[in-house]
T-cell receptor, first 113, second 115 residues
Framework: DTGVSQDPRHKITKRGQNVTFRCDPI?????LYWYRQTLGQGPEFLTY????????KSRLLSDRFSAERPKGSFSTLEIQRTEQGDSAMYLC???????????FGPGTRLTVL | GDSVTQMEGPVTLSEEAFLTINCTYT??????LFWYVQYPGEGLQLLLK?????DKGSNKGFEATYRKETTSFHLEKGSVQVSDSAVYFC??????????????FGDGTTLTVKP
């Protein structure tokens, strides 16, 4: 257990529905990252927060995806109008300032039927 | 952009065999290099890391040396156990205004160790 938690661990939804995932980083970590991992591949960067500011978004993050980190604590990732191609493991990671070792949560596995 | 290439798997070994998983990278600057391990249904756990050339990271009998001249960070273990069966990811991270510590991962190598 790295201290980063994610909720839910598993989510099954029907195509077209909206889903929201939550990540609770280690409390003193000011940077928070979201990654997507599909079967047989490594995690791919989606977006990154420093405190409450979203500083970078990958082109993988279509306009159906939105992420927030109010008050610089927990973060949410919402996917609107889900598609079957959104099925993946969504990983959250956090790090403290001036550090580059990422602490990963257990992930949320999304299945879109 | 940055990239990481791992040897293709899966890799199947007998217990106590020697393990090598190759990893090479391309990066614009001077990255830190990592190996992560992922067990079924779980997130990634850091196995070891190296932050500069010629550094050797080690943990739980695993080792990897940061080779700048060959841009490599191969993972080795002298004697694998059944409990080492997992997926192993090589990754790099660059600290800078544009990269801000995000990691680039290889596609992973699945290791199965048979008794």
């Amino acid at each position: 257990d790295t201290g980063v938690s994610q909720d839910p661990r598993h989510k099954i939804t029907k195509r077209g529905q909206n889903v929201t995932f939550r990540c609770d980083p280690i409390s003193e970590h000011n940077r928070l990252y979201w990654y997507r991992q599909t079967l047989g591949q490594g995690p791919e960067f989606l977006t990154y927060f420093q405190n409450e500011a979203q500083l970078e978004k990958s082109r993988l993050l279509s306009d159906r995806f939105s992420a927030e980190r109010p008050k610089g604590s927990f973060s949410t990732l919402e996917i609107q109008r889900t598609e079957q191609g959104d099925s993946a493991m969504y990983l959250c990671a956090s790090i403290p300032i001036r550090y580059n070792e990422q602490f990963f949560g257990p992930g949320t596995r999304l299945t879109v039927l | 952009g940055d990239s990481v290439t791992q040897m293709e798997g899966p890799v199947t070994l007998s217990e106590e065999a020697f393990l090598t998983i190759n990893c090479t990278y391309t990066a614009t600057g001077y990255p830190s290099l990592f190996w992560y391990v992922q067990y079924p249904g779980e997130g990634l756990q850091l196995l070891l890391k190296a932050t500069k050339a010629d550094d050797k990271g080690s943990n739980k009998g695993f080792e990897a040396t940061y080779r700048k001249e060959t841009t490599s960070f191969h993972l080795e273990k002298g004697s694998v156990q059944v409990s080492d069966s997992a997926v192993y990811f090589c990754a790099l991270s660059e600290e800078g205004s544009t990269n801000a510590g995000k990691s680039t991962f290889g596609d992973g190598t699945t290791l199965t160790v048979k008794p």
